[in-house]
C-alpha cells in the first residue's frame, strides 16, 4: 500500500507541475503577443534541460490550441570535443518534429582568439547567435525562441548591475540585433528548478555544454549562485526580484532619460507615493503575469491547460 501511495503521490504531483508549465508558458506567451497565427517558431534547442522543456511544452501547446502556428528545431553543433552529434537528431525525430542540424565550428575560433582562462561566452554568444539568425532566414521562421528562464532573467538583471553599472534584464520579447528576427523566451515566467524536475521526468538525452560547463569561474554560475541561496534563506525572494522587473517606477531612479528631473516642479497636488522610497505595505505590486492577465488572449489561457 506506500508503494501505490507512493506513486500516486509523485503522479499527482508531477501533473501539477505540467500544468504549471504550460500554463505559465500560456500566460507569458498571451502577455506580450510572442507567437501569433501562421507563426513559423525556430526552437533554438542545444541538449540542455531548458531548450528541451521549451520544445516539449511547446509541441504539447501546438495540439492543443486554437492558434495556428508551426514549429522547426534548430540545434548548432559547434564542433565541440566530444560532442555527441547522434543523441539530438535521434530524438528530434521520435518528436515528429521538422529539424535542422546547423554544423559550424566556433570552437577552434573561440579557442583560438580568446586567451587561455578568459571568460568564452561573450564571443560564442555571438557568433552563435549571427548563425542563429541567418538560419532562421533560410528557414521562413517568423520568430525565434530561446530557452531562457525567469532565474535567467534575474540573474542577467544582477550581473548588469554588478559588472555593467546599468538597470538592464533579459527581456521576454525582442528585435534581434540585426533587426530583421523577433526573438522570444516563452520561459519567461518559469523556475529553473521546475525545469530541473520536468527534465527529469521527461528524462531528456541532456548534452552538457563542455566548453562553457569548464570555466568554474563564471560570473553568471557565481550570481546564479548567490540568488539560490538567498532563496533558500529568504523564499520568494527571486520572484521579487523578478516582479520589480515588471514594476519599476521612473520617477524614483536617477535616469534623465526617463523623467524630468531638472524641469520637476511642485503642483500642490498631493501625491501619497511621491516621497516614499520602500513600497514595504503596498500590496499593489502582483507578478507581471498575474497584472496581465485580464488582458490574455483567451486562445492560450486555453492552450495552458
Known amino acids: 500500500m506506500t508503494v501505490v501511495a507512493d506513486e500516486r503521490r509523485q503522479a ?12 505559465q508558458v500560456g500566460q507569458a506567451i498571451g502577455d506580450f503577443n510572442m507567437i ?8 533554438c534547442v542545444s541538449g540542455g534541460k531548458d531548450s528541451y522543456s521549451l520544445l516539449d511544452i511547446l509541441i504539447s501547446m501546438r495540439e492543443r490550441s486554437p492558434v495556428d502556428f508551426d514549429l522547426v528545431a534548430v ?12 543523441v539530438l537528431p535521434a530524438y528530434l525525430g521520435s518528436r515528429g518534429v521538422p529539424f535542422h ?8 575560433i573561440v579557442k583560438r582568439l580568446v586567451p587561455e582562462g578568459k571568460t568564452m561566452c561573450s564571443l560564442c554568444s555571438r557568433l552563435r547567435r549571427g548563425i542563429l539568425y541567418r ?16 532565474d535567467d532573467m534575474v540573474v542577467t538583471l ?23 528576427h523577433v526573438v522570444i523566451r516563452p520561459l519567461a515566467y518559469v523556475a529553473e528548478t521546475d525545469l530541473e524536475r520536468w527534465a527529469e521526468h521527461r528524462r531528456f538525452p541532456i548534452i552538457p555544454c563542455t566548453l562553457c560547463g569548464s570555466q568554474d569561474n563564471l560570473q ?9 541561496d538567498w532563496e533558500r534563506q529568504y523564499p520568494g525572494r527571486i520572484d521579487n526580484m523578478f516582479n520589480a522587473m515588471g514594476h519599476i517606477v521612473p520617477s ?54
Not at 36 to 43: A, I, L, N, Y
Not at 75 to 86: A, I, R, S, V
Not at 101 to 108: L, V
Not at 135 to 150: D, M, P, Y
Request: proline share 6%; glycine share 12%; net charge neutral.
Open 220 to 228: 553568471r554560475v557565481q550570481v546564479k549562485s548567490m540568488i539560490r
Open 158 to 180: 544582477l550581473m548588469n548591475m554588478f559588472f555593467g553599472g546599468r538597470i538592464k534584464g533579459m527581456p521576454p520579447k525582442l528585435v534581434s540585433d540585426d533587426g530583421r
Open 101 to 108: 542540424i546547423e554544423a559550424q565550428d566556433t570552437y577552434s
Open 36 to 43: 501569433e497565427p501562421g507563426d513559423k517558431v525556430m526552437v
Open 75 to 86: 540545434n548548432l553543433d559547434q564542433k565541440q570535443p566530444g560532442f555527441p552529434e547522434d
Open 252 to 305: 524614483h531612479m536617477m535616469d534623465r532619460k526617463l523623467h524630468p528631473f531638472q524641469t520637476l516642479q511642485a503642483t500642490g497636488v498631493a501625491d501619497a507615493g511621491g516621497d516614499r522610497a520602500f513600497d514595504e505595505d503596498d500590496e499593489g505590486c502582483a507578478s507581471p503575469a498575474a497584472a496581465a492577465g485580464a488582458a490574455q488572449p483567451m486562445a492560450w489561457l486555453g492552450a495552458a491547460g
Open 135 to 150: 538560419v532562421a532566414g533560410e528557414l521562413g521562421a517568423t520568430k525565434i525562441a530561446l530557452g531562457h528562464h525567469r
Open 12 to 23: 499527482h504531483e508531477i501533473n501539477k507541475l505540467s500544468k504549471r508549465l504550460h500554463r
